[in-house]
């Protein structure tokens, strides 16, 4: 009896939260994992050899296209997970060139590698476009929430080198025939997350709080909205664009939206503390010069169109990061 043929994927971005997330769903699925590793010594390697022993790591870089071909000739993929970009939106102010290369570039140059190495055009493609695109003001926002169809106003270098991203990979879809599509994630968040990132540098503060090693919290703006999904819940959504019949976008999305009050709000409910405020304080050095006020995702058409919907709720988040935040603080006392 003839076996079914092991699925092959190549993710970059793989030492990254949703790198970890994917590369866990496709093992389980079945798929042969590859993901690109950049850097000449790598500091996160050593503890993500021992997490995922059956990842094969290629080494390469988004800003190196002979690097990208060589992968795609190591790994021969079925589908490519484009994950890899410089992604901290604050941090793209302050490296707006690094952030065009990376981010923007490298798209062009992974969708070149997979273009002259696949003629037959085989392979399916998965760009990480992000909802900092819309630029989160009123007047492109509609009532719904951002669905496909909306204005992008993109409102930091980050969010311009992505949508360059995302436009390179529409275009070489009609170009050249390509299955390549956006995925228009909104924020989504988890164990994985970075702690640089506003809901883990919570989570991990509110845990050092409570086991009494940190007395208060330094943040920017504390207003701004996001649209919070947990990142376990959107690899799913990644890997079910991949699987339709014919190429498309689709926004991924809770479809609530929550303010940073209110996730200290539910970080500090976690660990017996009504009122947050004494514990945290303000630090221009977090505020950006232009900020994305309200994020509110449309999910409808990935809802209808793939059968995703996403699983943990707000509150559930939240939970579970503090959880396993305080699991990880109490065991460096
Ligand atoms: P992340 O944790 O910041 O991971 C980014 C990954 O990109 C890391 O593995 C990093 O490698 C890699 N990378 C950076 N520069 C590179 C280069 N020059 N060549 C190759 N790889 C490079 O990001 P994430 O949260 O997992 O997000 C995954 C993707 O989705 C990103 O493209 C992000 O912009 C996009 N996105 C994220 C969200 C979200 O809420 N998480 C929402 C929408 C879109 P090192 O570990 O070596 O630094
Ligand atoms: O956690 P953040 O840094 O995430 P942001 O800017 O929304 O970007 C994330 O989500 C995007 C999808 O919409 C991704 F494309 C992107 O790659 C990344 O994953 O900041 C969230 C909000 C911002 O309004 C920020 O100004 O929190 C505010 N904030 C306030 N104090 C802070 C801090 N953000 C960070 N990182 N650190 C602070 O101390």
């Keep these: ?28 699925k079945g798929y042969q994992v590859f993901g690109i590793i950049r850097g000449q010594h790598n500091p996160k390697k050593e503890k993500f050899v021992a997490e995922f022993p059956y990842v094969n ?4 870089d988004l800003t190196d296209q002979s690097s990208l071909i060589n ?24 490296n707006p060139q690094l952030t065009a290369d990376v981010t923007g570039r490298g798209v062009l140059y992974m969708l070149e590698a997979i273009r002259l190495t696949d003629p037959e055009k085989k392979v399916r493609f998965y760009q990480a476009s992000t909802s900092e695109m819309f630029g989160g003001k009123d007047y492109n926002r509609p009532d719904k929430g951002y669905n496909e169809n909306a204005i992008f106003h993109p409102r930091s270098p980050y969010g311009v ?29 988890g164990e994985r997350r970075g702690t640089e990132f506003v809901t883990r540098k919570i989570t991990k503060s509110v845990a050092r709080i409570k086991l009494g090693l940190q007395d208060d919290i330094e943040l920017g703006d504390l207003w701004p909205k996001r649209d919070w999904g947990y990142a376990g819940d959107y690899v799913d959504g990644m890997w079910r664009m991949l699987q ?13 939206t929550h303010s940073i009050e209110d996730f200290l709000s539910v970080a500090f409910q976690e ?39 996403r699983k943990v709720d707000f509150r559930g988040l939240v939970k579970l990061m503090v959880k396993n935040d305080l699991a990880i603080e109490s065991e460096k006392i």
């Design 271 to 309: 660990i017996g503390i009504d009122d947050w405020h004494p514990y945290v304080k303000q630090n221009p050095a977090f505020m950006r010069p232009a900020e994305v006020d309200v994020l509110l995702g449309d999910p409808s058409k990935a809802e209808k169109e793939l059968g995703w919907k």
């Design 244 to 256: 339709q019949d014919k190429p498309d976008d689709y926004v991924l999305a809770t479809g609530e």
């Design 57 to 60: 790591l290629i080494e390469a």
């Design 161 to 189: 080198a992505k949508l360059y991203g995302y436009w390179i990979t529409k275009n070489y879809r009609e170009s050249y025939g390509m299955f390549a599509v956006s995925g228009i994630l909104f924020n989504h968040e």
């Design 1 to 28: 009896m003839a076996t079914k043929k092991q699925k092959k994927a190549l993710i970059t971005g793989i030492t990254g939260q949703d790198g970890g997330h994917l590369a866990e769903f496709l093992h389980q």
């Design 71 to 94: 992968a795609m000739h190591i790994s021969k993929p079925d589908e490519v997970y484009n994950l890899g970009a410089i992604s901290h939106v604050g941090y793209s102010f302050k």
